[in-house]
């Protein structure tokens, strides 16, 4: 695994010297613990090696200082009933912390890790261990799985720290265990003290430290708060009632002996859980993030000091348990989430008091057209829902709170639909462009008429997307029209947004471009083909000074070349085609190129 080295200029312990009495660097010293966790501590250095030079355990490697161990703190447990069982370390978020649990009752004879743990923090984690993370990050890689054990059990934990300094760390049975043998499920016997095991305790709790002995004369009290032993005035009593964390001396003076015992005792601050607001979980995300919830519920107390967990029922917060993931898939309806705050540095201090309703609230639906087109002609156009409801409320970055709006300026426009329901609320925005548009204008149309395969491309004046149709055919995008067959045709222009259409009649005829009228047999007159299509076509022949040279009809439809007897000479010359209308009228086709040439 990668590594790195963090190095801070202050060393400092939770708990000062009275947490320095918790630690043990050596496997064969190791700090025996019970059900009274957690017990805190930092470490500095590895005392002897007690892996005696190895490469490896289990996941762990050698590290900077030649050995398995850097800064290591030793402890042992004895398993006091069966279940399931676990354990969080708390650790700073900026310092590498890793652990191995060896099954064992002897030093010298470890054996591999059960459980084992060697990532480095680069996710920031606050707590590395085995079971769940107790803030319900499920993603959190130094986490190992649940152990399944039974009473009579040893084992020890080595707790190793790859900083080169830190900031001492925190441990926390868990697991259900817990649930079941709540006072018994680690065995406080392997803990040989008059006084008992470290005792970690909430603010408030009543602390009796006994130290009753048959034969004793007096009894005399002391106390270190990081400065080392100062006697207690006034306290002689076999009972010493304790209510401040700090290290406790009692000598215990009989007729032939002086007994000396000590004990810790860690008072943590007890939690209280901020009032959680009820909350919606709109239908349009699929997960709901619990997180956001956390300010609230901490009311200004740290998160560095507290952790918050939500739970699906109260028992399960009662006990720490099931915790749900912050990422949490919301399920149909209304549900109650319950609220635990634990202290991080004890997890018997907790507070389960706060709940509150998460609600699977319907979001919007919005389906109205984001695109609209106002047209040149229009004075407005209305925009928003055409089926509002009546449940929602609407409003648009204008200021207006109605669903639909009349606009007469092209823009953006931003609704924003609300769907509020017993004070929490879901909402759903959509921006809407308003486009302005104008009907289409024919600007020219090129007849390419080939008499086999005549085209035809409709020019308009601006590059809007319309849409283009011979006659009464279906629409088309492309502006040309192929294999268009000679005669008389509709081309028509429309704007798919709604802003109008145009047509223009053409008339498609085919004529050769030049002729050689002399006498050959080819090519020795000039007509045009496709005319007999057309209500009384007429055709007017000039030259290029606009003198009319000929006039062709149906009965008499070709040219030969020749005005009043006389060939004319090789040049350019023009025409003009007339037909009656639809409606009677005599009109000139357009769009023909009327030019073509006489060669000899």
């Not at 000479?569 to 209308?581: A, G, H, I, M, N």
């Amino acid at each position: 695994m990668s590594r790195f080295i963090i190095v801070w200029s202050l060393l400092f312990f939770l708990g000062t010297s009275v947490v320095r009495a918790q630690v043990s660097p050596d496997c064969g010293n190791a700090v025996p613990i019970c059900s009274n966790t957690p017990v805190n501590g930092g470490t500095t250095g590895f005392g002897i090696d007690d892996f005696d030079s190895a490469a490896t355990s289990g996941c762990l490697e050698q590290t900077l200082s030649g050995a398995i161990e850097s800064n290591s703190a030793w402890y042992r447990f004895r398993t006091g009933a069966s279940g399931q069982l676990g354990f969080d370390i708390g650790i700073d978020t900026l310092e590498d912390w890793d652990f191995a649990l060896y099954k064992s009752n002897d030093c010298n004879n470890l054996g591999e890790p059960i459980r084992c743990n060697f990532f480095d923090n680069q996710d920031e984690n606050r707590f590395v261990g085995v079971g769940e993370d107790p803030t319900g990050d499920t993603e959190n890689v130094q986490y190992e799985d649940w152990l399944e054990v039974t009473a009579g059990e040893d084992y020890y934990l080595m707790i190793n720290n790859f900083s080169n300094n830190n900031s001492g760390f925190s441990i926390q049975f868990s697991g259900h265990i817990f649930v079941t043998n709540p006072y018994d499920a680690l065995d406080c016997s392997i803990i040989n003290n008059l006084l008992g095991p470290p005792q970690s305790v909430c603010e408030g709790d009543i602390v009796d430290l006994n130290a009753t002995t048959s034969g004793a004369t007096t009894y005399n009290w002391y106390v270190d708060t990081g400065s080392g032993f100062t006697q207690i005035a006034g306290e002689h009593d076999a009972v010493y009632r304790v209510d401040a964390s700090a290290t406790y001396r009692v000598e215990v003076v009989r007729p032939s002996e002086t007994i000396i015992s000590e004990v810790q005792v860690h008072f943590s601050e007890r939690p209280v859980t901020g009032a959680v607001s009820d909350d919606a979980s709109c239908s349009s995300l699929s997960v709901y993030d619990l997180s956001q919830k956390d300010v609230e519920a901490l009311g200004g107390q740290s998160p560095d000091d507290f952790v918050v967990s939500y739970h699906a029922s109260f028992p399960d917060a009662t006990n720490g348990a099931n915790a749900l993931p912050k990422q949490y898939e919301v399920p149909t309806g209304s549900q109650t989430i319950y609220v635990r705050l634990t202290s991080v540095g004890n997890s018997k201090c907790f507070d389960v008091t706060e709940q509150f309703e998460l609600v699977n609230l319907q979001t919007p639906d919005i389906d109205f057209p984001s695109e609209v087109f106002l047209c040149q002609s229009n004075t407005g156009v209305v925009i928003g829902p055409s089926s509002p409801n009546v449940n929602y409320s609407y409003f648009w970055s204008t200021g207006e709170t109605t669903p639909n709006l009349t606009v007469s300026e092209a823009g953006e426009y931003k609704l924003t639909v609300t769907h509020t329901q017993s004070g929490l609320s879901c909402s759903r925005a959509q921006n809407v462009t308003v486009y302005i548009s104008r009907p289409p204008q024919i600007t020219g149309i090129e007849i390419n008429d080939l008499q086999n395969d005549n085209t035809v491309t409709v020019l308009v004046d601006t590059s809007d997307d319309y849409e283009y149709r011979l006659d009464e055919g279906a629409y088309q995008m492309g502006n040309t029209f192929y294999q268009v067959s000679p005669g008389m045709h509709t081309v028509s222009v429309n704007d798919p947004k709604g802003c109008g259409a145009v047509s223009e009649q053409i008339v498609v005829v085919g004529f050769p471009k030049f002729f050689t009228p002399n006498g050959d047999g080819v090519n020795d007159i000039w007509g045009i083909v496709g005319v007999e299509t057309l209500n009384s076509p007429s055709i007017s022949i000039f030259d290029r000074m606009g003198k009319l040279l000929a006039q062709l009809e149906p009965s008499n439809p070709e040219w030969d070349g020749y005005w009043q007897g006389r060939p004319l000479p090789e040049s350019d010359y023009w025409f003009k085609l007339t037909y009656v209308d639809a409606r009677g009228q005599t009109v000139m086709a357009k769009y023909i190129n009327n030019h073509f040439s006489l060669k000899r």
